[in-house]
Structures are given as structure tokens and as C-alpha cells.
């Protein structure tokens, strides 16, 4: 499975969640989450680890008008800053879960900064955003895909998409090359990379999507 198809396929739950239907407003927040827990991880295929445990204004942050996930040093598996920026339409939609749909799932709670909430309120377990991600593929595609293999996705993608960029997946996936040892080499390659996989990912998702945006309810 492509990454591009996976971000469509979130994106249009997305938009599904706000047709104009009479679904209840906890079921359309879940939709917009779910979605939007598709989105995000095809496009920046962290380690559910971190994935989990994005935090609003910390891990996750809005600088001017782009989404960057930031992952301090002592976060990643590989002792690495790891900073990603968030394609447009996948921040537009981040500005309206936080806006509009959060707040749903919280009851209007602040008692927690973490991104993804469960219906209880409260903030999600890795399991528990594991299973709905898992399950969330299986109902939007058709194929049940764990947050593991997202990153199989990238690297698949880079590989498929940017054949003649070979580092790219590694980048992606954030695995230091054998020959890099400078730090800020390391996080400039994080960035660029994430980049670079933005542009990929826009140029190859297809045109005249049919989803249909329309204002919340």
C-alpha cells in the first residue's frame, strides 16, 4: 500500500464526517480522528511510540501557518532530534480537529495537552490508537494495516515514487547511514526529508479528490 493512498483514504473520512447527515456529534469527532490518525502517520511515519504520545504545542506545534512534528533527542529510538513538516490540507484538517472536534471528545476538558482522545475523555493508549488505526484501514481500504507497516508505506513509496533518490526512505524512516556522523547533518537530512516526502506525496495523490468539504455541523 502506497502513502498517498492512505492519506486520501483518511482525508475522506474526514470529509465524510462532516456531510450534512444526522451521525451524532461523538461519532463524527471519532471519524475526524480516526481520519486524521491516517493522514498524519502516512505522512510522517514516526514510531507508534511517538506517534502516541504527540502533544499539542510541544511534539506537535504550529509555526507560522505549517504543522512540524518535533521529536526531541531523548524521544526517538535513534538519540536524534527528528523534526517533520505537515503537508497543507493535513494541517487544515489538524486546525479543524482541534477547533471543532477535540473539544467533542473531551467534553470540554483542558486536563490534558496530548493530541489523540479517547471517547472517555481522557488520552489514548498507544494499544488503544494501534487497534483503531488497524481497524480504521480495514473499514476505509479494505486491508488492515498496523502502525508498523506505515512505515513499510514510506519506504514502499520513496521507493516506488522517488527511485532516484535512494536515501530517501532511510531519511524517512529516520535510520542513521553508516557514513553520517555529523549531528546537524543528521537533523538537517530529517527535514529535508520530510520535505522532500511532502512534495512526492502532492505530486502523486490524485486530482480532483472526490471529497466533499463542507462546513461542521
Known amino acids: 500500500m502506497l502513502s498517498d493512498v492512505i492519506i486520501e483514504a483518511g482525508l475522506t473520512l474526514i470529509a465524510e464526517a462532516e456531510l450534512p447527515t444526522k451521525v451524532p456529534k461523538l461519532t463524527r469527532a471519532r471519524m475526524v480522528r480516526n481520519g486524521l490518525m491516517l493522514a498524519l502517520l502516512a ?106 507497516l506505515f512505515r513499510t508505506a514510506g519506504a514502499t513509496t520513496t521507493a516506488v515514487r522517488a527511485g532516484d533518490k535512494p536515501r530517501l526512505g532511510s531519511a524517512l524512516l529516520h535510520h542513521r547511514h553508516p557514513t553520517v556522523t555529523q549531528e546537524n547533518y543528521n537533523r538537517a537530512s530529517s527535514i529535508s526529508a520530510g520535505r522532500a516526502y511532502r512534495e512526492i506525496i502532492q505530486r502523486f495523490r490524485p486530482k480532483g479528490s472526490s471529497r466533499k468539504p463542507s462546513g461542521p455541523n
Open 43 to 148: 505522512h510522517c511515519p514516526i514510531r507508534i511510540k511517538n506517534f502516541a504520545a504527540l502533544e499539542i504545542g510541544r511534539s506537535i506545534v504550529k509555526i507560522d501557518d505549517t504543522w512540524w512534528i518535533l521529536l526531541q533527542a531523548s524521544e526517538t529510538k535513534e538519540k536524534r532530534a527528528d523534526e517533520r513538516p505537515i503537508e497543507d490540507d493535513i494541517g487544515e484538517a489538524i486546525d479543524k480537529y482541534l477547533e471543532v472536534y477535540r473539544p467533542i471528545l473531551t467534553g470540554g476538558a483542558k486536563s490534558t495537552n496530548a493530541l489523540w482522545i479517547g471517547i472517555n475523555g481522557e488520552a489514548m493508549a498507544q494499544w488503544s490508537i494501534g487497534e483503531v488505526i488497524t481497524e480504521t484501514t480495514r473499514s476505509t481500504l479494505g486491508v488492515a494495516i498496523n502502525p508498523h
